[in-house]
């Protein structure tokens, strides 16, 4: 069995959940499967290890559980991205796209210096709205992006071309096809 057919066999599938025709990937199994948490965590941070990031990002709420254990193991700070109205200090705020509609995240204005490099944490990526979105917003208070990483790619979606597009190198874990 390789390390995508473990990791895969930690994360538990519910079929049509938010809504009918999706196959929900719920990372909640691969968090509480201590080897599998570790793992997935060594992972992410794997590429980055010895180098300079300054800051991880992540993007609420499951990006929070990852984010946090991956800044710890690079030494870096931690910076929540969240829901509009969620922070309590002066925000920076960028506007987004769902599958229908639009949301907004917001940061702490000072949460990151101007030059510093950042990694994007989240546990999975799908049609790339939410990231994309998080990749502005770093950027606009003068992040280096330095890379965005994800435990799950949904690659039908293309969530993870268009951070390419962007110029994000994007690591992922695993990936699962349809969404």
Do not use: N
């Not at 599998?36 to 993007?59: E, M, N, T, Y």
């Not at 991205?81 to 639009?102: C, D, F, N, S, W």
């Not at 268009?162 to 110029?167: F, I, W």
Request: glycine share 10%; proline share 4%; with cysteine.
């Amino acid at each position: 069995m390789t390390f995508e057919d473990d990791l895969q066999a930690s994360v538990r599938t519910i079929p049509d959940y938010p809504k009918p025709g999706v196959m929900f990937r719920d990372i909640t199994t691969l968090l509480g499967d201590a080897r599998a948490f570790r793992r997935a965590v060594d992972q992410l941070v794997h590429p980055w290890a010895g180098s300079k990031i300054d800051k991880v990002a992540g993007i609420e709420a499951r990006g929070f559980i990852l984010g946090g254990a991956v800044a710890h193991q690079l030494s870096a700070g931690f910076v929540p991205i969240r829901k509009k109205g969620k922070l309590p200090h002066q925000t920076v705020r960028m506007a987004y796209a769902l599958e229908y509609g639009t949301d907004e995240m917001e940061m702490h204005v000072d949460a990151i210096a101007k030059g510093e490099r950042v990694i994007l944490v989240d546990d999975l990526i799908a049609t790339g709205g939410t990231a994309e979105g998080a990749v502005k917003l770093l950027r606009q208070i003068g992040a280096d992006v330095v890379a965005a990483c994800f435990i799950i790619d949904l690659p039908d979606l293309g969530g993870a071309a268009k951070l390419h597009a962007m110029d994000v190198p994007v690591r992922t874990l695993m990936a699962f096809g349809g969404h």
